[in-house]
């Protein structure tokens, strides 16, 4: 089991910033030192580990410590006077519990876990709303309705509490009734204590076991969503209960509300909104999930902004996890010395070692021309992903024995340390949010994946640093810099570069980072997009909290789950989510000339040239590559160029009626399947055996103002560039294209008629309309 | 859970296990595909994982248990990915026929 795991604050830094480390040490003591990660790949067939320690005031010996993740999302409002003195009262909530049976779950409590001191309203033991009461003095009454709440329903939840009797009135009704389901229920009784004041802040789906810095740590997390938290002045009758719901009260009664908290009021923010003039107001901790649907959804609006006051519930999970929290170990002041490149703190202690990635980009004007662009986006995508521990069919999709390595094994039990967006929260629901202020124990050299491919078994962060490895040894001087670079600063990052590479698998995209590499290869800049499945997914950023992006799989595309009905707008930011090629113009073939056409992780295969091929236009791409020569019958992951991940041209997503299609893999396994957003009826023989669109196609086209772009289309292709110490046809195309995409050369354009419409398999097999493209 | 249920494992499906034992990895044909979709079509609970000991060099076969809960651990260490496959049917085939492959 892992002993060392750690994090950073900040994912990409240049010169003179301050780096900080958190590191969880279950040894006395570790050393740490700052590396330049080359390659992360310790497969004995592969080019070797491949490090270079850095000379920095890092270096040295620390004091382990254990630092822990208290995940779990809640609503906070700091005490106060007007919260520690009540008298009578009564406490109401919308409440939709997704696991009503798990045990004692806070709803809305002032409630002090240490002592049993003040309020809570809650789900008890028995699945049903009861309410809380202790004097702080160990003695606890409490009055239960009894009755077990249906999961994924709407119940109004309620207790009211009369200091003169002691007397404690609980409501349970559900929105839906069911007529043989007995789960609504009034329930009076006099209670024995009253509720002792006390310092904790009041909170929601979650009480205060601990306030730990600004961390506050709960207890008893709930699952489900709340909306529309009130407390009132006084023994509210029914329909008092329901003016206040509905915002309806009148000024008498109005007046006598200490705190109705209006969730739809701040949905991209972190805080939340008290309406009643006491403006009691609070905030969110480890980001739960906003801009969903209200118990008083109409489904008439599927845009929050659209109907904000049908969106006012917010959705908590006990495993939500957004900021670690951690006290900081050590940090560093990157110095001129760095140049830009993939680095790391590598923290080690005996045989345990952990690595922190970050990313030193260039300072501004002293940019050199080649730049590889470290998608970390979609590294926080996959971020702690779960596929080997959680999802029954995973096997199936790799067809082979699923490999667990240490961090998986690991992350099975420690939850705290959250989910990537492909996996679960212990409810079922879908995982919409994903931070990197936490360890991320797949983004690290050495590890291997479940999906990654017979061979080095490689994916993401490990399997990238082939492509770095690959420059190194070319002799290429590049920079790099991070998709948060291009979400922040838009194009001007990419300005100075003549050509940018991607990594192998940059799926994940904000709308800044789209029109940011779109502009740039329309504004003259080359790209070689070096992977598979790019450019696929839309996700938002958060505006104000930073490391964290949502996203929400709505209405298509190869996905782990999917949104609820009316739920397809992220919180962040209110962005139709989903998939980059349902919205307008964009999507991977526009970018890239190819889109995701299939998957399989079993084996790769290799590339056959096409017709156009032979185009004099590509002529640079293949000197030194025979006709009939297979392209990438060869690699470290799954033995070939094209696999895990296999893109193609398609005219109708958007692909450029000028591209070339220069060559396509073939002879996939049938696990190898074509992607469900291209299935309109599921049919026989959708597998790499029998279907046409179960391939890579290598692609070319020229862009305006002497751009271009060359499109690999295959996750596998980086894990060919070194084979044969980097002497292959895999390694000489990809550099063919990278020494032209550096030379500011502009591409011959000559105008020709436009080319009929084709499909892409008219187009693999007889290949462009000669007259169409550039001067021969 | 698991939605694999439906293939009835069968004698008919005995002359796959050498073909599978010969290429445990790659192009197969249908219906090694079928028997294999069953049995590695498990739910989670007593799925046959390999964990990797030494990367590259050992593997050790274990059992997970269900979210969140440790794994349970064989006897059994491989030296290769093949081998791993071929120990992995054989506990499998036994689970589902009674049936013990040498």
Same mark, same amino acid.
């Given at each position: 089991?892992?002993?060392?795991?750690?994090?950073?604050?900040?994912?990409?830094?240049?010169?003179?910033?301050?780096?900080?480390?958190?590191?969880?040490?279950?040894?006395?003591?570790?050393?740490?030192?700052?590396?330049?990660?080359?390659?992360?790949?310790?497969?004995?067939?592969?080019?070797?580990?491949?490090?270079?320690?850095?000379?920095?005031?890092?270096?040295?010996?620390?004091?382990?410590?254990?630092?822990?993740?208290?995940?779990?999302?809640?609503?906070?409002?700091?005490?106060?006077?007007?919260?520690?003195?009540?008298?009578?009262?009564?406490?109401?909530?919308?409440?939709?519990?997704?696991?009503?049976?798990?045990?004692?779950?806070?709803?809305?409590?002032?409630?002090?876990?240490?002592?049993?001191?003040?309020?809570?309203?809650?789900?008890?033991?028995?699945?049903?709303?009861?309410?809380?009461?202790?004097?702080?003095?160990?003695?606890?009454?409490?009055?239960?309705?009894?009755?077990?709440?249906?999961?994924?329903?709407?119940?109004?939840?309620?207790?009211?509490?009369?200091?003169?009797?002691?007397?404690?009135?609980?409501?349970?009704?559900?929105?839906?009734?069911?007529?043989?389901?007995?789960?609504?229920?009034?329930?009076?009784?006099?209670?024995?204590?009253?509720?002792?004041?006390?310092?904790?802040?009041?909170?929601?789906?979650?009480?205060?076991?601990?306030?730990?810095?600004?961390?506050?740590?709960?207890?008893?997390?709930?699952?489900?969503?709340?909306?529309?938290?009130?407390?009132?002045?006084?023994?509210?009758?029914?329909?008092?209960?329901?003016?206040?719901?509905?915002?309806?009260?009148?000024?008498?009664?109005?007046?006598?509300?200490?705190?109705?908290?209006?969730?739809?009021?701040?949905?991209?923010?972190?805080?939340?909104?008290?309406?009643?003039?006491?403006?009691?107001?609070?905030?969110?901790?480890?980001?739960?999930?906003?801009?969903?649907?209200?118990?008083?959804?109409?489904?008439?609006?599927?845009?929050?902004?659209?109907?904000?006051?049908?969106?006012?519930?917010?959705?908590?999970?006990?495993?939500?996890?957004?900021?670690?929290?951690?006290?900081?170990?050590?940090?560093?002041?990157?110095?001129?010395?760095?140049?830009?490149?993939?680095?790391?703190?590598?923290?080690?202690?005996?045989?345990?070692?952990?690595?922190?990635?970050?990313?030193?980009?260039?300072?501004?004007?002293?940019?050199?021309?080649?730049?590889?662009?470290?998608?970390?986006?979609?590294?926080?995508?996959?971020?702690?992903?779960?596929?080997?521990?959680?999802?029954?069919?995973?096997?199936?999709?790799?067809?082979?024995?699923?490999?667990?390595?240490?961090?998986?094994?690991?992350?099975?039990?420690?939850?705290?340390?959250?989910?990537?967006?492909?996996?679960?929260?212990?409810?079922?629901?879908?995982?919409?949010?994903?931070?990197?202020?936490?360890?991320?124990?797949?983004?690290?050299?050495?590890?291997?994946?479940?999906?990654?491919?017979?061979?080095?078994?490689?994916?993401?962060?490990?399997?990238?640093?082939?492509?770095?490895?690959?420059?190194?040894?070319?002799?290429?001087?590049?920079? *790099?810099?991070? =998709? %948060?670079? $291009?979400?922040?600063? #838009?194009?001007?990052?990419?300005?100075?570069?003549?050509?940018? /590479?991607?990594?192998?698998?940059?799926?994940?995209?904000?709308?800044?980072?789209?029109?940011?590499?779109?502009?740039?290869?329309?504004?003259?800049?080359?790209?070689?997009?070096?992977?598979?499945?790019?450019?696929?997914?839309?996700?938002?950023?958060?505006?104000?909290?930073?490391?964290?992006?949502?996203?929400?799989?709505?209405?298509?595309?190869?996905?782990?789950?999917?949104?609820?009905?009316?739920?397809?707008?992220?919180?962040?930011?209110?962005?139709?989510?989903?998939?980059?090629?349902?919205?307008?113009?964009?999507?991977?073939?526009?970018?890239?000339?190819?889109?995701?056409?299939?998957?399989?992780?079993?084996?790769?295969?290799?590339?056959?040239?096409?017709?156009?091929?032979?185009?004099?236009?590509?002529?640079?791409?293949?000197?030194? *590559?025979?006709? =009939? %020569?297979? $392209?990438?019958?060869? #690699?470290?992951?799954?033995?070939?160029?094209?696999?895990?991940? /296999?893109?193609?041209?398609?005219?109708?997503?958007?692909?450029?009626?000028?591209?070339?299609?220069?060559?396509?893999?073939?002879?996939?396994?049938?696990?190898?399947?074509?992607?469900?957003?291209?299935?309109?009826?599921?049919?026989?023989?959708?597998?790499?055996?029998?279907?046409?669109?179960?391939?890579?196609?290598?692609?070319?086209?020229?862009?305006?103002?002497?751009?271009?772009?060359?499109?690999?289309?295959?996750?596998?292709?980086?894990?060919?560039?070194?084979?044969?110490?980097?002497?292959?046809?895999?390694?000489?195309?990809?550099?063919?294209?990278?020494?032209?995409?550096?030379?500011?050369?502009?591409?011959?354009?000559?105008?020709?008629?436009?080319?009929?419409?084709?499909?892409?398999?008219?187009?693999?097999?007889?290949?462009?309309?000669?007259?169409?493209?550039?001067?021969? | 859970?698991?939605?694999?249920?439906?293939?009835?494992?069968?004698?008919?499906?005995?002359?796959?296990?050498?073909?599978?034992?010969?290429?445990?990895?790659?192009?197969?044909?249908?219906?090694?595909?079928?028997?294999?979709?069953?049995?590695?079509?498990?739910?989670?609970?007593?799925?046959?994982?390999?964990?990797?000991?030494?990367?590259?060099?050992?593997?050790?076969?274990?059992?997970?248990?269900?979210?969140?809960?440790?794994?349970?651990?064989?006897?059994?260490?491989?030296?290769?990915?093949?081998?791993?496959?071929?120990?992995?049917?054989?506990?499998?085939?036994?689970?589902?026929?009674?049936?013990?492959?040498?």
């Amino acid at each position: 089991m892992l002993k060392i795991t750690g994090y950073s604050d900040q994912i990409s830094v240049v010169l003179g910033d301050k780096i900080s480390f958190m590191v969880n040490c279950e040894h006395p003591s570790y050393e740490a030192d700052i590396v330049r990660v080359i390659c992360g790949d310790v497969n004995p067939d592969g080019p070797g580990f491949n490090e270079d320690v850095i000379d920095s005031p890092v270096s040295g010996t620390y004091n382990g410590r254990k630092q822990e993740i208290y995940a779990g999302s809640f609503a906070m409002v700091e005490s106060s006077a007007l919260l520690e003195n009540l008298e009578s009262f009564t406490v109401q909530v919308m409440v939709w519990p997704t696991t009503p049976r798990k045990g004692v779950q806070s709803l809305v409590a002032k409630w002090s876990v240490p002592d049993n001191s003040g309020f809570a309203l809650e789900i008890d033991e028995s699945g049903g709303i009861a309410f809380l009461v202790g004097d702080g003095k160990g003695k606890v009454d409490t009055v239960s309705i009894g009755k077990p709440m249906v999961e994924y329903e709407w119940y109004f939840a309620a207790a009211s509490y009369n200091a003169d009797n002691k007397e404690v009135t609980v409501y349970q009704e559900p929105m839906v009734e069911y007529p043989p389901i007995d789960d609504a229920s009034t329930v009076t009784k006099k209670v024995s204590v009253a509720p002792a004041a006390n310092a904790v802040p009041l909170m929601m789906a979650a009480r205060c076991k601990a306030p730990k810095g600004d961390v506050v740590i709960g207890d008893a997390y709930y699952n489900g969503k709340l909306d529309s938290p009130a407390i009132v002045e006084g023994v509210l009758s029914r329909a008092e209960m329901e003016m206040i719901l509905n915002r309806k009260a009148p000024t008498t009664l109005e007046n006598r509300i200490i705190g109705a908290w209006d969730f739809s009021l701040d949905i991209t923010e972190t805080t939340i909104t008290d309406t009643s003039s006491h403006r009691l107001h609070g905030k969110i901790c480890h980001m739960p999930t906003r801009g969903v649907t209200g118990y008083n959804w109409t489904g008439e609006e599927l845009r929050w902004k659209h109907a904000r006051e049908e969106y006012g519930a917010i959705r908590f999970h006990e495993d939500d996890v957004y900021d670690a929290g951690w006290d900081v170990d050590f940090e560093l002041t990157i110095p001129d010395s760095m140049k830009s490149g993939i680095y790391a703190a590598r923290v080690t202690s005996g045989e345990d070692e952990e690595y922190i990635p970050f990313v030193v980009r260039p300072k501004p004007g002293r940019e050199k021309k080649v730049c590889f662009l470290f998608p970390s986006a979609s590294y926080m995508a996959y971020a702690n992903e779960h596929f080997g521990t959680d999802p029954w069919p995973a096997e199936l999709m790799t067809h082979r024995a699923i490999e667990l390595d240490k961090h998986h094994v690991f992350l099975n039990e420690h939850r705290e340390y959250g989910h990537s967006l492909y996996d679960r929260h212990s409810d079922g629901s879908g995982i919409h949010i994903s931070s990197r202020l936490r360890p991320i124990l797949n983004m690290r050299p050495k590890v291997q994946t479940v999906l990654g491919g017979e061979g080095s078994q490689l994916w993401q962060f490990a399997a990238d640093t082939h492509i770095t490895v690959w420059l190194e040894a070319m002799g290429y001087d590049y920079d *790099v810099i991070t =998709d %948060e670079d $291009i979400h922040y600063r #838009g194009t001007d990052v990419l300005k100075p570069y003549n050509v940018v /590479l991607t990594s192998s698998h940059n799926e994940y995209y904000s709308k800044a980072m789209y029109d940011a590499v779109f502009d740039y290869i329309h504004q003259g800049g080359r790209l070689i997009y070096m992977g598979g499945n790019g450019f696929y997914w839309r996700v938002s950023y958060h505006q104000t909290a930073p490391g964290v992006i949502e996203i929400r799989r709505a209405e298509g595309g190869s996905r782990a789950w999917a949104p609820k009905s009316g739920e397809y707008y992220t919180g962040f930011t209110c962005e139709y989510s989903g998939l980059w090629r349902r919205q307008g113009r964009t999507g991977p073939n526009v970018m890239a000339g190819v889109g995701f056409s299939s998957e399989g992780f079993d084996i790769s295969s290799y590339y056959r040239r096409n017709p156009d091929s032979f185009n004099s236009r590509v002529a640079f791409i293949f000197e030194g *590559v025979g006709k =009939d %020569e297979l $392209i990438g019958d060869f #690699g470290l992951i799954g033995g070939g160029a094209a696999g895990l991940e /296999l893109d193609r041209v398609e005219r109708e997503f958007g692909t450029p009626p000028h591209a070339l299609c220069l060559a396509s893999s073939e002879n996939h396994t049938d696990t190898f399947l074509v992607v469900v957003e291209d299935i309109l009826f599921n049919l026989p023989g959708s597998g790499g055996q029998e279907n046409e669109w179960v391939r890579g196609d290598l692609c070319f086209f020229e862009t305006p103002n002497g751009g271009a772009v060359f499109s690999a289309s295959s996750m596998a292709w980086a894990g060919s560039l070194p084979h044969n110490d980097f002497q292959n046809n895999v390694s000489r195309i990809t550099k063919n294209v990278l020494d032209r995409f550096v030379d500011p050369k502009p591409f011959p354009i000559k105008k020709a008629p436009a080319p009929p419409m084709k499909d892409s398999y008219t187009w693999r097999v007889k290949g462009s309309t000669p007259t169409a493209g550039a001067a021969e | 859970m698991t939605n694999m249920t439906r293939h009835q494992i069968s004698k008919s499906d005995r002359k796959w296990i050498e073909v599978f034992k010969k290429k445990p990895i790659g192009i197969h044909p249908p219906e090694l595909m079928r028997l294999l979709n069953r049995l590695r079509g498990e739910a989670i609970e007593g799925k046959f994982v390999l964990v990797i000991d030494r990367p590259y060099e050992e593997w050790v076969v274990a059992e997970l248990q269900g979210r969140g809960k440790p794994l349970k651990y064989h006897n059994i260490r491989v030296s290769s990915r093949e081998e791993g496959e071929w120990e992995i049917f054989k506990l499998r085939w036994h689970r589902h026929t009674g049936e013990v492959l040498e």
